[in-house]
């Protein structure tokens, strides 16, 4: 690998370290690299996704199943019709108005109170019967004091017996539960309700339904019975009149003797059309009379109205009582939403009021209307009956006894046509009451249903276990940005704005079995932990062709990152491989030597601090490994004043002198954020050599102690040590590591 480290490691061309790290560019979204970050984070991922799908497991565990039935009601817009008499009550019309308000009709609470009476729900758990709590207890007695200090409606309501409220809590649960739609445009309404037990569901449909249509008939049935009983009485009225107005007249031709003949003057037949056609306005007028009468005694009874020929023809009406079906709907809604003292409840039971008292002005005038028909009748009758009388008087040729006889034969015979008419009528609906049939039917009626409606297990787990991916990735991501170690040379050079010139692979305890690394590579120089270390130092030579490096520093940011095993594996590596070159590794640690402990030999009494004091000579201090032909000159730890000892002129010397007799020499130095022996012995060297530890050094603290190099103005290059190089296999191509972990097998073991 060729890197031209003197143009990345110039500070006049690398304003970075003056001010900071180099900003991040903006990476593009590599797909590859999104699943190599997922394949190394997988147990994360797998962990969040199983979690998250275990919760919704426990919950649904923890979820009672409700089971849904649903029955099918058709308003039925083909009545069969049986006889040719007109309905009492009409039948309900398919208008979205009328069906809106079939549906609150199933949904009222008068139809399900039956229902909970019907299937006894009010002792039902399901429905609210379970013991009262001490809670509950307690907060009826405060009621019941309350009630006793302010007779309000509220406490009268609080103070209900424990049945009604039981009722009212089964009604108002049960209006909960049951779902009241149209399908789609049809005159199809379906009626769903949901259960913990299945039969239960179908049952309480079914009673539902079937109370609907007992409603709807029992309606019909209510009218005609009205109706009859109002026949009823005016038959006995109108029978009475027939009776005496014949008895008058049978009675006065009787007294005066009088018989009718078959011949008549003009003036009688002139009598005899005027009192056809005050017969004529006479049953006009009691007809118009009979519908006010029956407009009066609906209005008096609002539910009745629905079967008035007038109402039912009037347009405003029909839209005024669909507005009030929708004014209804919403009280409802608010009702159970907001409660009985809401502005908005109280608001729109006020526009409820004005929609009624509008219906009952509407109403008023119909009434009006009929009223005036009838008197226009009346006065028709009158103007008629003026005529006659007027007639009559003119009329010579006939007696005054005769004129008498035909008044009364004329009131008889009107009062007979009334009572006639009405007779019919009453007929006609003593019929209709047998065929009566309810506008509705059930077109498919509840099945027994067998799979829970609540929860939906597979698609609930199914968006469990997306949603947990999702969170995973959002752990993953998470992680990855909290992530403070360097892990790619492509993030070391972005970060640091330095070369990286080597990556070495770790070395497990069973490659290594009784060994340092450095008598590894040494036993191992084809390894794959040697070619690290031979790229380690080709990267370096290639990298200064101006003039290769002799004084070679190597340090790092913190203990623990492998630096004196690097040094001294690289140098014995480099001995052993170049016989006919003389490598010398100096301990500049004197704080915490351990470059003999490195090469596995025992510690020496010549140490560099003596030399530098001139107790020793150059020869007694350079020891040499046989091993490998390596030379190194200890030190000794806890050595007083090293900072002095380093930044004197006796140091220069000596590393001077030792350039003049090896080829390479290796300065092993302290870390470079603990003390600042390494700052004063980075002026020496030609080349630092920079140890980071892979995925351990934070990277605030490299960049941090590179920085404090800037002022060496020397070269430096980056190495990334402790290498597991089966993970950095997942983080991406292109580096050491990951030839190192896929082409294993190319190097010796």
């Given at each position: ?12 061309t690398?304003?970075a370290?003056e001010t900071?790290?180099r900003?991040?560019?903006?990476m593009?979204?590599d797909?590859?690299?999104l699943l190599r970050?997922?394949?190394r ?16 497991a426990?919950v649904?565990m ?10 099918l009601?058709?308003i039925?817009s083909r009545?069969a019709k049986v006889?040719n008499?007109p ?11 009328a069906?809106?308000?079939?549906i609150?009709?199933?949904k009222s609470?008068?139809l399900l109170g039956r229902v909970v009476?019907?299937r006894s729900l009010?002792r039902d ?21 309350y009630s006793?200090w ?9 103070s209900?017996s ?8 089964a ?6 539960n049951v779902?009241?739609?149209?399908r789609?445009r049809?005159?199809v ?11 239960r569901a179908?049952?309480l449909?079914?009673?539902?339904t ?10 019909k049935?209510?009218?005609n019975?009205?109706a009859?009983e109002?026949f009823?009485?005016r ?8 009776s ?7 009675s006065f ?11 008549s003057?003009?003036a ?7 009192n ?5 306005a006479?049953?006009q007028?009691?007809?118009?009379e ?13 539910a009745t109205?629905?079967?008035i020929?007038?109402?039912l023809a009037?347009?405003l009406?029909s839209s ?9 709907r919403?009280i409802?809604d ?23 008292g509008?219906?009952?002005?509407e109403v008023?005038k119909i009434?009006?209307?009929v009223?005036g028909?009838a ?7 009158t ?6 009388d ?5 009329a010579g ?5 005769e004129v008498?006889?035909?008044q009364?034969?004329r009131e ?5 046509a009334v ?6 009528r009453?007929?006609?609906?003593r019929e209709q ?6 506008d509705a039917?059930v ?6 249903p067998?799979v829970?409606a609540?929860p939906?297990?597979?698609l609930?787990m ?22 403070g170690?360097?892990r790619?040379?492509e993030?070391?050079?972005r ?5 990286m010139?080597?990556?070495i692979p770790?070395?497990s305890r069973?490659m290594?079995g009784?060994r340092?690394p450095?008598c590894?590579?040494i036993?191992k ?5 040697g070619?690290?270390?031979r790229?380690?130092?080709t990267?370096?030579?290639?990298g ?8 070679l520093?190597?340090?790092s940011?913190?203990p623990g ?16 491989s170049?016989p006919?070159k ?6 500049c640690?004197l704080?915490?030597s351990?470059v003999?402990k490195a090469?596995g030999?025992p ?5 560099i601090?003596?030399?530098l004091s001139?107790a020793?000579?150059i020869e007694?201090v350079?020891k040499?490994d046989?091993?490998?032909?390596l ?5 000794r730890?806890n050595?007083?004043?090293s900072s ?5 002129k006796?140091?220069r010397?000596?590393?001077k002198a030792l350039?003049?007799m090896?080829d ?6 302290p ?7 390494s700052r004063?012995?980075a ?7 920079f140890?980071?530890?892979w995925?351990q050094?934070?990277?605030e603290?490299a960049v941090?102690?590179l920085r ?10 980056v ?6 190089v ?5 983080y991406?191509?292109g ?11 190319y190097?010796?073991?």
């Open positions: 690998m060729k890197t031209s480290v003197d143009t990345i490691t110039d500070p006049k690398t304003p370290f900071g790290p900003p991040l560019p903006r593009r979204t797909v590859r690299e970050m997922l394949n984070r997988k147990w994360h991922l797998a962990g969040v996704t199983a979690l998250v799908c275990a919760f919704a426990i649904l923890q979820l009672t199943p409700q089971y849904r039935a649903t029955a009601v058709m039925d009545k006889t008499t309905d009492v009550l009409s039948g309900i019309t398919t208008e979205i108005a069906i809106q308000s079939e609150e009709v199933l609470s008068s009476d019907k009010d758990p399901e429905y609210g019967a379970a013991p009262p709590s001490l809670l509950s207890q307690v907060i009826g007695q405060v009621r019941t004091v006793g302010f007779n309000t409606e509220a406490s009268r309501a609080h209900a424990p049945d009604d409220a039981a009722k009212l809590r009604i108002a649960i049960l209006s909960r779902a009241v739609t149209v789609n049809s005159f309404i379906a009626v769903s309700l949901e259960s913990a037990v299945p039969a179908k049952e449909v079914d009673t539902i079937d109370f609907y249509l007992v409603d709807q008939l029992q309606a049935l209510d009218a019975k009205r009859t109002f009823n009485e038959l006995d009225e109108l029978k009475q009149s027939v005496k107005a014949e008895s008058a007249a049978a031709r009787e007294k005066s003797g009088l018989t009718i003949g078959k011949d003057t003009i009688s037949q002139s009598l005899s059309e005027l056809s056609q005050l017969v004529q006479r049953t007028r009691a007809e118009k009979s519908r006010l009468v029956a407009l009066q005694q609906a209005a008096r009874n609002p109205l629905g079967g020929t007038e109402v009037n347009p009406i005024l009582r669909a507005q009030e079906a929708e004014v209804a919403r409802g608010l009702n159970q939403r907001y409660g009985e003292s809401h502005p908005r409840l109280l608001q729109a039971r006020a526009e409820q009021g004005q929609i009624q509008r219906i009952g002005a008023a009434i009006s209307s009223q028909d008197e226009a009748a009346k006065s028709k009758e103007e008629l009956q003026a005529q006659v007027s007639l009559e008087k003119k040729g006939l007696g005054q006894n008498q006889l035909r009364f034969e008889a015979q009107s009062t007979r009572y006639e008419d009405f007779l019919k009453s007929k006609e609906i009451q047998d065929i009566q049939q309810p039917r077109l498919s009626p509840a099945d027994l067998t829970p609540f939906r297990y597979g609930t199914a968006a469990a276990l997306v949603l947990g991916l999702a969170m995973g990735v959002g752990v993953v991501l998470l992680l990855e940005r909290l992530d170690g360097f790619m040379g993030q070391v050079e970060m640091t704005g330095r070369a010139v080597g990556m770790s070395l069973t290594l009784a340092l450095a590894f590579a036993e120089p084809a390894s794959a932990y070619e690290a270390l790229s380690t130092f990267a370096i030579s290639l200064t062709l101006d003039q290769s490096p002799k004084v520093m190597v340090t940011s913190l990152e492998g630096k004196s095993t690097f040094v001294c594996s690289l140098a014995a590596l480099l001995a052993r170049s006919d003389r490598i010398v590794v100096v301990d640690d704080r915490r351990s003999s090469l030999l510690v020496e009494d010549d140490t601090d003596q030399y001139g020793k000579t007694q350079v040499r046989e091993a490998s032909g030379y190194y000159i200890p030190a730890a050595t007083p004043n002095e000892i380093l930044d004197s006796a140091m010397n000596f590393v350039s003049g090896f390479y020499v290796f300065l092993d130095t870390p470079v954020m603990a003390v600042s022996d004063i012995t002026q020496l060297a030609d080349y630092i050599i140890l980071i530890r995925e050094t934070p990277r603290l941090n102690a404090l190099l800037r002022d060496v103005r020397k070269n430096i290059g190495v990334l040590s402790q290498v597991n089966r993970r950095h296999a997942r991406g191509y580096d050491y590591g990951y030839y190192y972990s896929k082409y294993r097998d190097y010796t073991d």
